[in-house]
């Protein structure tokens, strides 16, 4: 027996539900992943003299969007560092970031171009003072308890042997 085919305007209105509650689920899974901090990203070991950093690495559009949001505490030898394809302006806020942090921005060779200190929970953007494709986030104040300014220089990870 063949049946029928539904009318135009029955199958628009099931594709069209559908995507509603497709959309809903990718909502909510989005929102669910940003209620828990991203801990299992693959890190990288940095260092700027002697002062040694373990950095998480967040190099996909969704980890870079998320970075360290809803951490409630971080070792003072940890941050993340943010990977970016091509150099240009980076700009930070900390909407949903619960942490004071400072971003440094950073050239190809790990030079410092400048420090962002950041406050938690705040949609001030803090932006590169020219473009770059590196940015480090530590704990406010790390960078300044160890005198490091712009023109210090980080090594290891990406920046090694270059």
């Known amino acids: 027996m063949v049946r ?7 199958l628009s209105s099931l594709l069209t539900q559908g995507l509603a509650a ?44 998320v970075g360290l949001m ?12 943010f990977v970016f394809e091509q150099p240009a302006i980076q700009c930070f806020w900390m909407k949903n ?12 060779d790990g030079t410092i171009v400048n420090l962002a200190d950041m406050q938690p929970q705040s949609e001030d ?6 473009p770059v494709r590196y940015v ?3 704990n406010q104040g790390w960078f300044r308890q160890r005198g490091l300014k712009a023109g210090a220089r980080l090594t290891g990870g990406p920046f090694a042997a270059r």
């Open 4 to 10: 029928p085919l539904a009318p135009f305007s029955t």
């Open 136 to 138: 480090l986030e530590m």
């Open 22 to 65: 497709l959309a809903l689920v990718a909502g909510a899974c989005s929102a669910a992943a940003q209620d828990a901090p991203q801990l299992n990203l693959p890190r990288t070991e940095l260092a700027v003299g002697m002062h040694r950093i373990e950095a998480q690495v967040a190099r996909t559009p969704g980890q870079r969007q």
């Open 97 to 108: 970031t619960l942490l004071p942090l400072t971003a440094a921005f950073l050239e190809d």
């Open 70 to 81: 809803m951490r409630r505490d971080m070792p003072s030898h940890e941050g993340m560092l």
């Open 125 to 130: 953007s803090h932006c590169s003072a020219r």
